[in-house]
């Protein structure tokens, strides 16, 4: 029971719930009816509430068909009401369609007109409010127009004063307006483009000079060389007018470019094409091959910007950077003439631009800007010449040279910079030219030299002769009487080395050439060259020849003939030298030549030459000699060594015909003690340990045969017996010991007037000595025989005297 009696409280509960959610459903929104759903969905007794609410939806569909069914009537009356109005409201709706058609239609033509009228007067108003704005405005767009067009066409400078009168005069009129604050706005940017492009002109323009200041110095010296060129003078003239009138026009630039507004002129910068004017006869100036407008642009750009000060600074720094990059020589700089020339048009160019700048502007650069840079080039130009003219060994490239280092300094006189220095410069060249030339001639000395024949030269004709006499001052009247063939004294060097002199005496005159140097000083110049040509160079070689080992008695006989015309000739060397030079050889302080003393010098080795060749020779004839010592017999003939030797004299003495007396006697006189000398050491030799008194009379054979050479004269000169002195010593021992004259010799030894007055007893006692030894040893028996008892006691006797001579003689 109470089991039921829940179930049916449980029942009714559950019904109640279902009843409330039921009323929310029809009383909610149909939005918010989710959470009553849901708690239908949450209970357990979901088939009862569907059953509930079906009930419920049967229940409404009943009251709706009960309200529908009392309603109808009146709904059909409504309806039928209804369509009658329909039929009213459209027979309405067509009478105004047709009223607002035929209203349309009659207004149409007034609204035209209306709106027309309306549209005339509204663009009237703003056509009159436009144009008075436009008349303020117009001129500011009229100014930024121009100022645009001219940034755009690079004239930057009309730029600039366009943007002055845009700021100031313009646009405070008009400064409302949006556009005109934009270009308020843009003033400063426009300002800074302005500076900026202008720089960038001003770097093009720098880089453009510092490539081409080549050209610009090249084009600078051919106008300085034209200049002195005395020959174009005159068609020189009428250009340089023309010329000075161009750099006068250049120097007026900084006003015309204030007015120029030439896109050319604008945009031009740095080098102009003169490409096609290498060609006309007219250089064009220096001036002529460089625009300078972006100079001029920039510095008055600057200047209205208030900057120009900052300007001044860059452009000269830059300069100066230039100008140590143009003074750095190339490292093979002395090889050709033409990495000089390319260093010097730079360095010219240099120099022609900013002496350009100086005069065409106020204060870019000043003078003393222009002196300081010019001291530094100086200083490290003619450090660089110092260090690569060293090394130049060809005296053609160091006359080059000389030539253009005149002609740079004169280019740069021309503009006003001071070249003393570059001077006194060349001056120290000037020795290092004639080291050059020295080592030149050198070799060409020793070339004459070598390939001389050393013979007397053939002459065959009159013009031949004519040609030589002409090549060198050669007078004998003697010869010229002489018939064809004949022949000079002296070889082909004599006249190649006269010429080669003079030769270099041109070079030496070329150097000094353009050196602003007087006639005096030209001439001591090359006077004192040339004796240095003549007292090193020449002395030189000469002595090598002389010296050579393979020189023989010939060629030294000749080289004495040639030096001997050489010396002569040294007063046509004078006379010739003063003819270039207008220099008189008596003027004060004028240097002499030293020739005579090279030729005299070079002479007397040549002279100590045969006397030591002779010796020479006679020495090797000695060694031919094959004595025997110990021989008894005679064979009455001098020795054959002898024979030939004296063969070899007279034939070489035959030679010294055209020697100078003193020079045959002397080599004659000398090669005579030689043999009587050597002669004398072969007696006596240690050696030679024993001798008969047979080989004694054979050396006698050929001591006579001397004599009688002696005798015979072999070079005029000498008085009676003078030569036959030369072996009087050999001759005075060789009569003692064969005539064994001993008791006039001690008896008279020591007097002035002694028959043996030239024989020392040492030597005698030497001879004596072998003489005894040989005695001794060849006789065995001779102890037993009377006679060569007494002779060895009367040898014993003499030996022992000749002892006591020495010793006195000694005390």
């Given amino acids: ?50 059953e509930k609410l079906e009930t419920r939806i049967r229940n409404h569909d009943r009251e709706i068909e009960k309200m529908c069914n009392f309603h109808y009537q009146g709904f059909v009356d409504s309806i039928t009401e209804l369509l009658k109005v329909r039929g009213e409201a459209q027979k309405l709706k067509n009478q105004v369609t047709d009223t607002n058609r035929k209203l349309q239609h009659e207004g149409k033509e007034l609204v035209i007109a209306m709106e027309e009228l309306k549209q005339c007067r509204l663009q009237q108003r703003n056509i009159s409010a436009t144009v008075d704005k436009l008349m303020l405005c117009l001129p500011v767009l009229e100014m930024y127009s121009k100022l645009r067009d001219q940034m755009k066409t690079k004239r930057h400078y009309p730029a600039l004063k366009t943007l002055e009168h845009l700021e100031h005069t313009y646009l405070p009129q008009v400064s ?43 084009t600078a010296m051919k106008q300085a060389q034209q200049q002195r060129n005395l020959d174009n003078i005159v068609l020189q003239q009428p250009r ?108 010219v160019g240099f120099f022609v631009v ?18 300081e840079l010019w001291e530094m080039a100086l200083s490290k130009t003619i450090a660089a010449l110092r260090t690569h003219s060293s090394y130049c060994s060809d005296p053609n490239l160091v006359l080059d040279l000389k030539n253009l280092i005149v002609l740079f300094a004169d280019t740069l006189q021309v503009y006003g910079f001071p070249v003393n220095q570059l001077f006194d410069m060349l001056l120290e060249i000037r020795d290092q030219y004639s080291e050059t030339l020295l080592k030149k001639w050198a070799g060409i000395f020793r070339n004459i030299l070598d390939s001389d024949n050393y013979s007397p030269i053939p002459v065959t004709s009159e013009e031949i002769y004519k040609k030589l006499v002409g090549q060198f001052p050669f007078q004998d009247t003697e010869l010229e009487k002489q018939p064809f063939p004949k022949k000079f004294p002296f070889s082909e060097f004599v006249p190649k080395v006269y010429n080669q002199i003079k030769e270099f005496i041109y070079a030496c005159l070329k150097f000094s050439e353009d050196l602003h140097l007087s006639s005096t000083e030209v001439d001591d110049m090359i006077r004192k060259s040339t004796n240095l040509l003549l007292t090193r160079t020449l002395s030189n070689s000469l002595q090598n020849v002389i010296k050579r080992k393979n020189i023989g008695l010939t060629e030294l006989v000749q080289i004495i003939i040639n030096t001997t015309h050489l010396e002569k000739s040294c007063k046509y060397l ?6 270039i030079t207008n220099v008189l050889p008596e003027t004060v302080h004028t240097t002499k030549l030293y020739g005579t003393t090279t030729f005299k010098d070079a002479r007397h080795a040549a002279e100590e030459e045969i006397y030591t060749n002779l010796n020479q020779k006679i020495d090797q004839f000695l060694q031919l000699a094959d004595y025997d010592w110990m021989t008894g017999d005679l064979d009455n003939k001098a020795s054959d060594y002898l024979v030939d030797l004296i063969a070899f004299l007279r034939s070489t003495f035959a030679v010294f015909t055209h020697l100078p007396g003193k020079v045959a006697q002397t080599a004659c006189m000398s090669a005579c003690k030689h043999l009587a000398t050597s002669l004398m050491q072969l007696l006596l030799e240690a050696e030679v340990r024993q001798l008969t008194l047979g080989a004694l009379q054979q050396f006698n054979l050929d001591v006579r045969e001397c004599e009688q050479f002696a005798r015979s004269g ?37 007097q002035p007037n002694c028959k043996y007055l030239r024989v020392n007893p040492v030597t005698a006692l030497t001879l004596l000595e072998k003489m005894k030894d040989t005695s001794r040893k060849n006789n065995m028996f001779a102890q037993f025989r009377k006679n060569e008892r007494d002779k060895q006691k009367l040898i014993d006797t003499v030996a022992k005297q000749l002892r006591g001579l020495i010793s006195s003689h000694h005390s």
């Fill in 1 to 50: 029971l109470e089991r039921r009696k829940m179930a049916e409280a449980e029942s009714l509960e559950t019904a109640a719930e279902h009843e409330r959610i039921l009323r929310e459903i029809e009383s909610t929104d149909t939005a918010c009816i989710g959470p009553t759903l849901r708690s239908v969905y949450d209970g357990e007794e979901h088939g009862r509430f569907m």
């Fill in 176 to 218: 409302h307006y949006r556009f005109c604050k934009v270009m308020v706005d843009n003033i400063p940017k426009l300002r800074e483009e302005i500076k900026e492009v202008s720089m960038s002109d001003l770097k093009d323009f720098l880089e453009s000079i510092r490539k081409h200041s080549d050209k610009i110095g090249e």
């Fill in 240 to 347: 340089i007018g023309s010329k000075r009138k161009c750099k006068k026009d250049a120097y007026i630039v900084f006003d015309a470019e204030m007015e120029s507004t030439s896109p050319k002129s604008e945009q031009d910068s740095g080098i102009l094409d003169v490409e096609d004017e290498e060609d006309d006869e007219e250089v064009p100036g220096a001036q002529d091959l460089v625009d300078f407008s972006p100079v001029y642009r920039c510095l008055h750009i600057y200047s209205v910007l208030g900057a120009r000060e900052t300007f001044e600074n860059y452009y000269r720094k830059q300069r100066r950077k230039q100008a140590r990059l143009v003074l750095q020589p190339p490292s093979n700089m002395h090889e050709t003439l033409d990495g000089y020339r390319k260093y010097f048009n730079q360095i």
């Fill in 354 to 371: 900013e002496d350009h700048i100086l005069h065409t502007t106020q204060g870019l650069v000043n003078r003393a800007y222009i002196d």
């Fill in 574 to 579: 004078e006379e010739f030298i003063t003819n």
């Fill in 714 to 750: 072999p070079v005029p000169g000498f008085q009676e017996d003078t030569l036959q002195l030369a072996f009087i010593d050999l001759r005075q021992l060789l009569d003692l010991f064969i005539q064994w004259d001993w008791s006039t010799y001690l008896a008279d030894y020591g």
